[in-house]
């Protein structure tokens, strides 16, 4: 297999960071990428085939010194991430997994996705435009969205989930004055979904992922994402 060569690779060149894409999204990129080329879709792994190598490739990365941080990353014990993710300072933004806590950020280039003072801003998409809208002294967003305090809140809760796999209900009730289990009342059907799984542990103080459970941490984080279809959340493998 594929993945097993790169495995090999992996103990070759010995990455201090690897990330592992195992979500349907990337799949679709494969396939959108491979059309009208050699490698039909049909030869691409199956679900069941990709949650096969996915745990065995986390496996091998396990016994070869890997820490496994967030939500399909994986750090040497060495690297700052792994010293981050120890001391609960592990944070995540568009660019994937970082130490420092850094909110804002700005997008440069088409499409490019920014975040300021609890604000979403993306670039026109469009090259010609982009290049116009500066060249006339504008900002190039085509687009932009001010984050309210529930959506603030829930990202809390999706971003702890991601880097840590738990949510500190305490803290949650100190950063925003409400009580974590009353206020997201309306989940609580798909947490006890979870916790009968054996996918979570849902105690009056802590919500944290079971080992089996952080294998599918995307889809216990997506019960919380607000803008998520009902019913969606379904396909993360």
């Not at 090999?8 to 990455?15: I, M």
């Not at 801003?121 to 900002?139: D, R, V």
């Not at 984080?221 to 279809?229: C, H, I, Q, T």
């Amino acid at each position: 297999r594929s993945s097993d060569l790169q495995l090999a690779q992996v103990r070759e060149w010995r990455n201090a960071r690897l990330g592992q894409k195992n979500s349907e999204e990337h799949r679709k990129k494969i396939s959108e990428a491979h059309k009208g080329k050699a490698i039909s879709e049909e030869t691409l792994p199956s679900e069941m085939e990709k949650i096969g190598i996915y745990i065995d490739a986390r496996a091998e990365l396990m016994r070869e010194g890997y820490l496994p941080i967030g939500m399909d990353h994986f750090t040497l014990l060495s690297d700052s991430l792994a010293s981050a993710y120890h001391a609960k300072k592990l944070t995540r933004n568009f660019q994937g997994y970082a130490v420092a806590k850094a909110e804002d950020m700005l997008g440069f280039g088409i499409t490019a996705i920014g975040f300021f003072n609890q604000t979403l801003f993306q670039n026109t998409k469009e090259i010609e435009l982009y290049h116009t809208l500066l060249a006339n002294g504008q900002l190039p967003t085509s687009k932009g969205f001010i984050l309210s305090q529930e959506d603030r809140l829930r990202r809390w809760v999706i971003q702890s989930l991601m880097c840590y796999f738990e949510v500190d209900k305490r803290q949650f009730l100190k950063i925003f004055d409400s009580d974590f289990d009353l206020h997201f009342a309306d989940e609580r059907n798909d947490l006890d979904l979870f916790v009968k799984e054996g996918f979570i542990e849902n105690g009056t103080q802590t919500l944290y992922a079971t080992p089996l459970g952080r294998l599918f941490i995307r889809l216990i984080a997506s019960v919380f994402d607000a803008y998520l279809e009902k019913g969606r959340y379904s396909r993360v493998v």
